[in-house]
C-alpha cells in the first residue's frame, strides 16, 4: 500500500461544511483526484448552506474530509480523527448504506462503529483502485457503444443482475430508486452495452455493460462492470472494458479508474499493470 497523499497531522475538532468552503474543500480532494472522486461528485454539488461534508480543519485549511451522506467516505483522518469521526457518527445515531475509501480510512472508522453497527454485511479489505490516462493497449471492441434510452428493457435485469451478484441483495425490493438510476445513467450516456440475442427466447439481451458511476475533476470512474454468464471467461470483457475506457477517454474525462476486488484474478493479473496504474489499495464495508 503506498503511503497517503493527505498528510495525517493531528486533527482538530470536526466542523460541518459549507458553501463557502466549497473551493477549499475542492482543492484537498484535487490532491488525489482518482481515490476522492466519489466525494468530489458530492462537493461539487454543495449549495450555499450546510452540506453533508465534515471536515478536520487547522486554521483554515482541510486537514481531513469525509462525505457524510448515504455512503461515508472519509479521507486524510489520522487515527485520533478517525476516532472523533466514529465518535460524531455514533452520537447522532445515524447508519450508513456502506463506508469507502482508503482501507486505512474504512478500517479504521470501522474499529470504532463495529460494535454499534456491527455485523458488517461484507467487508472488502482488498480493493485495487486501478487508473488509466492513455488509450488501452487492447484492442477495443467495436460492438460497444452507449445504451439508447429504449433499452432499458433490456439494461435494467442486466443491471439488478450486476447488482444482485455484486452486493447481495436485489436493489429493487427498496423501491423503484434503482430503476430510476438505471434510466438517469442511460439518459446521460454514461452506460456502455454490448447487445446481443438470447439463445433461449430470441429477443435482444445485454451481453456486457458499464456505467461511469462517478464524474468528477477529470477521473472516470467505471462501475456495474457485469457480463452475461453463459459468456463469462471468453474474454469478452476485455476488450469490451477497452472500447469503454477508450470512449469514456474521448468523450467524459482524460482518466479512467476502476474498483477491482483482489480476488478477481483475471482482473488483476500482472499483465494488468503495465497499463493500469494501482493506487493504494481501498476498503469497502
Known amino acids: 500500500m503506498k503511503r497517503s497523499i493527505w498528510p495525517h497531522r493531528a ?37 450555499v ?20 451522506g ?12 478517525l476516532r472523533e469521526l466514529g465518535d460524531d457518527i455514533l452520537s447522532r445515531h445515524r447508519v450508513a448504506c456502506s463506508i469507502l475509501g482508503p482501507a486505512d480510512q474504512v478500517l479504521g472508522l470501522w474499529e470504532h462503529l463495529e460494535r454499534s453497527w456491527s455485523p458488517a454485511r ?5 480493493q485495487y483502485s486501478l487508473s488509466l490516462t492513455h488509450a488501452s493497449p487492447v484492442a477495443p471492441d467495436p460492438q460497444v ?28 425490493v427498496y423501491g423503484p430508486s ?17 447487445m446481443g440475442i438470447d ?12 456505467d461511469i458511476g462517478a464524474l468528477a475533476g477529470g477521473v472516470a470512474q467505471i462501475q456495474g462492470v457485469w457480463t452475461a454468464p ?13 472500447s469503454v475506457v477508450d470512449q469514456v477517454r474521448a468523450r467524459y474525462a482524460p482518466t479512467v479508474s476502476l474498483y477491482v476486488n483482489d480476488y478477481n484474478t483475471a482482473a488483476v493479473r500482472p499483465v494488468s499493470y503495465t497499463h493500469l496504474r494501482a493506487h493504494e489499495t481501498r476498503g469497502n464495508l
Not at 474543500?25 to 454539488?45: G, I, K, Q, W
Not at 461484507?122 to 482488498?126: G, I, L, T, Y
Not at 442486466?158 to 429493487?172: L, S
Not at 439463445?199 to 458499464?210: I, L, M
Open 122 to 126: 461484507e467487508v472488502r479489505a482488498r
Open 199 to 210: 439463445p433461449a427466447t430470441g429477443a435482444p439481451r445485454v451481453e456486457f455493460k458499464a
Open 178 to 194: 434503482y430503476g430510476r438510476r438505471v434510466r438517469d445513467l442511460i439518459r446521460s450516456g454514461h452506460t456502455f452495452v454490448r
Open 145 to 172: 457503444r452507449p445504451a439508447e434510452p429504449w433499452e432499458f428493457g433490456a439494461v435494467f435485469p442486466a443491471a439488478v443482475a450486476m447488482f444482485t451478484e455484486e452486493v447481495g441483495y436485489d436493489p429493487t
Open 230 to 242: 453463459d459468456l463469462r471467461g471468453r474474454g469478452i470483457a476485455t476488450r469490451a472494458m477497452a
Open 49 to 68: 448552506g450546510t452540506s453533508s461534508a465534515l471536515a478536520a480543519m487547522h486554521r483554515r485549511d482541510i486537514e481531513a474530509l469525509a462525505w457524510d
Open 70 to 81: 448515504g455512503n461515508i467516505i472519509p479521507l486524510g483522518f489520522s487515527p485520533a480523527g
Open 11 to 47: 486533527a482538530s475538532s470536526l466542523r460541518r461544511l459549507t458553501g463557502a468552503d466549497k473551493s477549499r474543500a475542492l482543492e484537498f480532494l484535487a490532491r488525489d483526484p482518482v481515490n476522492s472522486v466519489l466525494a468530489r461528485v458530492n462537493v461539487e454539488r454543495m449549495g
